[in-house]
C-alpha cells in the first residue's frame, strides 16, 4: 500500500537544511582538494620536511582562499607566516610555499598539484604580508628566546643547547645520550597535530621525572638528556608504551603511525650537538 508523503525528501526544493548540507559538503570538497593539491606543489618545490607541512593555519589559509579568494585571505597568510616562523622554517621557505600555494590557484586545471610555482609571479602584497609576519616572529625569537615551548610546556631547543653545552663544557658528555620522540604526522591536519605534541610531553614527563632535561626540539619532535646507564632501555620501553597508551586514546590519533623512539650517542663537540638538534627536529 502507498503511504502519502508527510514531508518533503532530503535535499528537495525549499529544503533549507538540505541546502546547507550540500553547500557545506562542497565547500568541506574544496578544501580538501585546495589543500592537497597545494601540499603537492609545496613539496614539489622543495619543502624539505614533509610531516611539518601540516598545520592549523594552513586549513585556516584555505578556508579563506575557498570563501574569500587569495585576496582576502591576508590576515591568514599572516598568521600562516608567523606560524611558519615558530616552527622553525626559514624566509625562503615560507615564500616558497606560499608561490605554491598562488601557482595552484592559477592553474585550477593542474588538479594533481605539479605546477611550477615561482615567487617573483606572486602578487607583491601577499609576499608582504607573509614575509612580514615571519620576520615579527624570527625577529622577537632572536630578541625574546622563550625557555618554554608555549604549547607543551616544556623547555624550548634552545634551553637544551644551553644544558648542553655546560655536559660538554664539564667534559661528561660520554655518559649521556639523547633520547628522541619523533611523531610521523604527515597525515593528520588542524589541531590534532597540537594535541599529539601535548600528549607526547606528557608522557615524557611521565617517564622521565627524575631530573633529566628534556625539550621541544620541532614540530613533531621531543628529546630527553639521560644518563647512559642501566635503566635507559627499560625507560625508552616505557616511554613508547605510555606514548602508545596516550595517542589510542584520541580518535584521530588512533591511526598515525607509531611514534620512533630512538637512543642518539651525543657527537663530540657541542657545535656538532646543536647541528645534530636541528636534524631531529625534522627526522
Given at each position: 500500500m502507498d503511504v502519502p508523503a508527510t514531508g518533503a525528501r532530503f535535499g528537495s526544493a525549499g529544503d533549507s537544511s538540505g541546502d546547507e548540507t550540500r553547500a557545506r559538503f562542497e565547500r568541506d570538497r574544496h578544501l580538501r582538494a585546495l589543500r592537497a593539491r597545494w601540499r603537492t606543489a609545496s613539496l614539489a618545490a622543495g619543502w624539505r620536511f614533509p610531516s611539518d607541512w601540516a598545520l592549523p593555519e594552513v586549513d585556516?589559509?584555505?578556508?579563506?582562499?575557498?570563501?574569500?579568494?587569495?585576496?582576502?585571505?591576508?590576515?591568514?597568510?599572516?598568521?600562516?607566516?608567523?606560524?611558519?616562523?615558530?616552527?622553525?622554517?626559514?624566509?625562503?621557505?615560507?615564500l616558497s610555499d606560499l608561490a605554491a600555494l598562488h601557482a595552484v590557484l592559477a592553474d585550477p586545471d593542474a588538479v594533481d598539484g605539479f605546477v611550477a610555482p615561482d615567487v617573483d609571479a606572486t602578487p607583491a602584497r601577499l609576499l608582504r604580508v607573509t614575509a612580514l609576519a615571519w620576520a615579527d616572529v624570527a625577529t622577537d625569537q632572536l630578541v625574546h628566546t622563550e625557555v618554554t615551548d608555549p604549547l607543551t610546556g616544556l623547555p624550548s631547543a634552545a634551553y637544551l643547547r644551553t644544558r648542553l653545552g655546560e655536559i660538554y663544557r664539564g667534559g661528561v658528555n660520554e655518559a649521556n645520550v639523547l633520547l628522541t620522540v619523533s611523531l610521523d604526522l604527515t597525515s593528520v591536519s588542524g589541531w590534532p597535530r597540537l594535541t599529539a605534541m601535548i600528549l607526547a610531553a606528557d608522557a615524557v614527563r611521565a617517564v622521565f621525572d627524575t631530573g633529566e632535561c628534556y625539550a621541544t626540539i620541532g614540530p613533531s619532535a621531543v628529546a630527553v638528556l639521560a644518563e647512559r646507564n642501566e635503566r635507559l632501555a627499560t625507560r625508552g620501553v616505557a616511554l613508547r608504551r605510555a606514548l602508545n597508551e596516550r595517542l589510542s586514546v584520541d580518535p584521530q590519533l588512533r591511526d598515525v603511525a607509531r611514534p620512533l623512539v630512538s637512543a642518539?650517542?651525543?657527537?663530540?663537540?657541542?657545535?656538532?650537538?646543536?647541528?645534530?638538534?636541528?636534524?631531529?627536529?625534522?627526522?
Open positions: 585556516a589559509v584555505c578556508a579563506a582562499v575557498v570563501r574569500h579568494g587569495s585576496t582576502g585571505a591576508e590576515n591568514a597568510l599572516a598568521g600562516l607566516g608567523r606560524a611558519r616562523a615558530a616552527a622553525g622554517a626559514g624566509l625562503s621557505e615560507t642518539v650517542r651525543l657527537p663530540g663537540t657541542h657545535d656538532r650537538a646543536c647541528e645534530l638538534l636541528t636534524e631531529l627536529a625534522h627526522s
